[in-house]
């Protein structure tokens, strides 16, 4: 009886093991399985990373290429001052040959004999003013912003091979001065973003950020000891850290002449080429209330390549989204070509 009783508890021993041993093992194997994933979404991300570093090679010498032979053909001009220009008559606008290159882009935008054509209808794939004719402004509520629609991702639509590219700009938001002063707003919230940026972004180089607003980043740079300051700049050259349009301030595009405009850009310019040695490529208009096709034109003439705005009426953003005209590229009603 006492021998059975032993041989029961032994036995049952034995099964619990047994049990445990195949658990165990499971869920190594499933350990495992989720290792080798996370390894090969780490080797992924290397490598796009890497992609991204020559792909951003590539545009730099692309651009030096251009850069130089633009320098080149200003030269030549420098030498050889072209017929034309010893021909302009009393006031006529001189001819584009006068102008070293990089000037041709103003022929492209305008007629330069007269800037306002009022027969001349531009051929465009939108044209706003009809645009805002054919929308009815509605107002219907709802969506992932106020008067769009609800955007639904099914995962099992993308997987490895298929990737949803999803673009995400790291940037803050912050206006010399609304409700706080920009003193305020300095001490209590810019000064510690900008803190972080600098913290958070050498700890990976995958890491981005951009920034807008030259007035609060100038009074952060004087706080800056040397050696923070020599971490800004590397962060600029490695592209983790862009400035965006570079005004002193997001100007108004609503009421602004065009002059401010331009003398607040000029400052915050200015003060990004003396002590950094900066020129921004990309603007960033996300807070202005209402955005004037002056602007656009201001920005190119100044070499910027891209621009983003946002305050769009929602009626018009959701319009456009559902044609995919997003993105485009746009042309005033004086302009004459792309
Ligand atoms: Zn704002």
């Known amino acids: 009886m006492r021998l059975k009783k032993v041989v029961a508890i032994f036995g049952s021993l034995i099964v619990i093991l047994v049990i445990f041993m195949i658990y165990s093992t499971k869920d190594l194997i499933v350990y495992s399985n989720r290792k080798s994933s996370i390894d090969e979404d780490i080797r992924d991300n290397k490598l796009l990373h890497f992609e991204d570093r020559i792909k951003q090679l590539e545009a730099n010498l692309n651009e030096h290429h251009n850069a130089v032979s633009e320098i080149k053909l200003a030269m030549k001009h420098m030498r050889q001052p072209s017929p034309s220009t010893r021909s302009i008559k009393n006031n006529s606008v001189p001819s584009m040959n006068y102008w070293p290159k990089r000037f041709v882009v103003s022929e492209l935008m305008y007629d330069v004999s007269c800037p306002i054509q009022v027969n001349f209808v531009p051929k465009t794939n939108v044209q706003m003013l009809e645009l805002y004719k054919s929308i009815s402004f509605d107002n219907i509520d709802g969506g992932v912003w106020k008067q769009g629609w609800r955007i639904e991702v099914d995962e099992r639509d993308w997987n490895r091979q298929n990737k949803l590219n999803v673009f995400v700009v790291p940037h803050s938001h912050n206006d010399p001065g609304w409700i706080k002063t920009i003193e305020e707003y300095y001490s209590t919230q810019t000064k510690h973003i900008l803190d972080n940026m600098l913290l958070k972004l050498p700890e990976d180089p995958r890491r981005k950020f951009i920034w807008a607003e ?98 769009t009426h929602y009626a018009v953003k959701k319009q456009l989204a559902m044609q995919q005209h997003l993105e485009f590229r746009w042309r005033q009603l004086w302009g004459k070509y792309l």
Not at 218 to 224: Q, S, V
Not at 228 to 235: H, S
């Open 214 to 311: 030259i007035s609060y980043f100038a009074m952060w740079w004087d706080e800056l000891d040397e050696e923070d300051k020599e971490k800004v700049k590397r962060l600029l050259r490695n592209n983790q850290l862009e400035i965006v349009t570079g005004g002193w301030v997001m100007n108004d595009e609503a009421n602004s002449h065009w002059v401010s405009i331009m003398h607040q850009l000029t400052e915050g310019h200015q003060w990004l080429q003396q002590n950094l040695n900066y020129t921004p490529l990309s603007s960033w208009s996300i807070d202005p209330f209402g955005l004037s096709a002056t602007q656009p034109v201001l920005l190119k003439e100044m070499g910027l390549q891209n621009m983003l705005i946002q305050r």
